[in-house]
């Protein structure tokens, strides 16, 4: 009896892959390079589902259905690299290598092209929603041809979140869209954290509000329009008292965020795409100036207020402010893989992908519905801003929004994330930008040219000279 799909690497997310093939009946070979680790699988799992346990990659390669199916769960990097040397030195023509780590979505292209010479399909594929996810139904982003996608798809589909009765799994595009989208994810998840952190820590020092208060908040907050999985376990660590000292969790935590690159992945990306995604690069800059102890010991000599702010509306303030940055950190987020869409001609259909983040994925919410919504009205939308139900809602939110960055502003509390959203839509929406005067400064030093709002055609005005404009 042949394995429908084969899983490699078998730590945590490998592991509960498998054990989510298993329980919707799929036939699962199981192998991990340490052999000890497989044995303890079969012994942990076996009577979960038909497994088939394999010690070489020779053996798990040979008891793979055709055309074969494995996917790989190992570390990414060379690892992965290793992983699939192996896998294609026995695979044959026809044959699929999944790789479901978090590679970066350029070395999926390399893997890709090199793969596809020798007729093996490659599908780099995102999966969102960590161990639990992986194990009761985690969002998929698989990319490769459409060719593979035709045979490994229905699996993948069976073990996705479901919302609706829709599968959390789509075919994103060819060669690296999947791991592009997943990264953008994930991108999107950093700009939402900062948000929600950005709130906490406002109302805390502004009202001063307690953990427990604003955990309160939060879990209030989770049944309107802010609906989602982050909200809802901000509302839990908020409310979550140390065992050790009888404090709020949150204040025995030392304030350093740590991060493992996707996010810094996604902003370098969009450097180079050209795409303003201030929402994610403010987050990845937010947790890198926490993890500056020896500057912040340094600049607690600098001074600045410190005081409390407004009263009991200021809470629902802020609740608008999140919700209107949280829109602009997803347009911008949505912008960055409608850019690389067009770069690499992967025709990515972005209502798609709010469509499989509603469940299985960690930035899970209620609101990805209107993001689907928009797109299905237009899918050639300029921006999600102009969606006639977020302009509403921006409209709706933008005098809490204003007087929260002012607030801030005022009493000293760092809102990076509020502060730039609203700056990029003011700035996206302004009639002249400064950008005229960037372009004057631009041909007087460097005679880089500009061109005229009434005539078409590139100018330079001779600027050392008798200052008179010519054709350039
Ligand atoms: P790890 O990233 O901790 O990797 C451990 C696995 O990689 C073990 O099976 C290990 O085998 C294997 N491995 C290594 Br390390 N080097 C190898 C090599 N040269 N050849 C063969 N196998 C090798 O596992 P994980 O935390 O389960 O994550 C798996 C993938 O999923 C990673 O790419 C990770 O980034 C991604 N991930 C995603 C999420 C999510 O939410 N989507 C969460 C966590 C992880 P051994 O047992 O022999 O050492």
Not at 191 to 205: G, N
Not at 234 to 251: I, S, Y
Request: glycine share 10%; aromatic share 8%; with cysteine.
């Amino acid at each position: 009896n042949k394995a429908d799909i084969g899983v490699t690497g078998l730590a945590v997310m490998g592991r509960n892959l498998a054990r989510n093939f298993a329980h919707h009946g799929h036939v699962v070979a199981v192998h991990n390079r340490t052999e000890s680790r497989t044995t303890r699988f079969m012994e942990e799992h076996k009577d979960e589902g038909a497994f088939v346990p394999a010690g070489t990659i020779e053996e798990f390669v040979a008891a793979l259905e055709r055309p074969r199916k494995a996917i790989i769960m190992v570390k990414a990097g060379a690892p992965t690299d290793a992983v699939i040397e192996e896998l294609a030195a026995v695979m044959e023509p026809g044959d699929m290598i999944i790789d479901g780590g978090n590679a970066h979505y350029l070395d999926t292209r390399r893997r890709e092209a090199a793969l596809r010479e020798r007729g093996i399909h490659f599908v780099g594929t995102g999966i969102s929603g960590g161990e639990e996810g992986a194990l009761n139904g985690p969002s998929i982003m698989p990319g490769g041809d459409p060719e593979a996608y035709a045979t490994l798809g229905p699996l993948l589909e069976d073990i996705a979140a479901k919302v609706d009765g829709v599968s959390c799994c789509v075919h994103i595009g060819p060669d690296g869209a999947g791991h592009f989208v997943k990264m953008v994810h994930n991108g999107i998840e950093y700009a939402d954290m900062q948000l929600i952190a950005e709130s906490y820590d406002l109302l805390r020092q502004a009202l001063g509000l307690n953990p427990k208060e604003l955990s309160d908040v939060f879990r209030e907050w989770n049944r309107g329009d802010l609906e989602s999985y982050l909200i809802e376990i901000t509302a839990e660590v908020l409310g979550h008292v140390d065992a050790a000292t009888g404090k709020p969790f949150v204040d025995v935590v030392v304030d350093q965020a740590e991060q493992k690159g996707t996010g810094r992945w996604t902003v370098q990306s969009a450097l180079d795409l050209g795409v303003p995604v201030t929402g994610i690069a403010e987050a990845v800059f937010a947790r890198a100036l926490s993890g500056h102890p020896e500057q912040r010991a340094a600049a607690r000599s600098l001074t600045g207020p410190s005081g409390t702010a407004g009263d009991s509306g200021l809470v629902e303030d802020v609740r608008r402010a999140l919700y209107a940055s949280k829109v602009v950190a997803y347009a911008q987020g949505f912008d960055q893989m409608a850019a690389a869409s067009a770069e690499y001609g992967w025709n990515l259909r972005l209502g798609d992908m709010a469509t499989i983040w509603r469940g299985g994925c960690i930035i899970r919410a209620r609101f990805l519905d209107r993001i689907r919504a928009a797109y299905d009205a237009d899918p050639n939308l300029p921006t999600l801003l102009v969606d006639p139900t977020f302009a509403q809602a921006l409209d709706e939110a933008q005098e809490s929004w204003r007087r929260v960055v002012a607030t801030a502003a005022t009493i000293g509390v760092p809102t990076p994330g509020f502060s730039s959203a609203l700056a990029y839509y003011d700035g996206l929406r302004r009639d002249r930008l400064p950008a005229a005067l960037l372009q004057g400064l631009r041909d007087f030093f460097g005679a880089h040219t500009y061109r005229r709002t009434d005539r078409e055609g590139v100018f330079h005005t001779d600027w050392s000279a008798d200052r008179a404009e010519r054709s350039a």
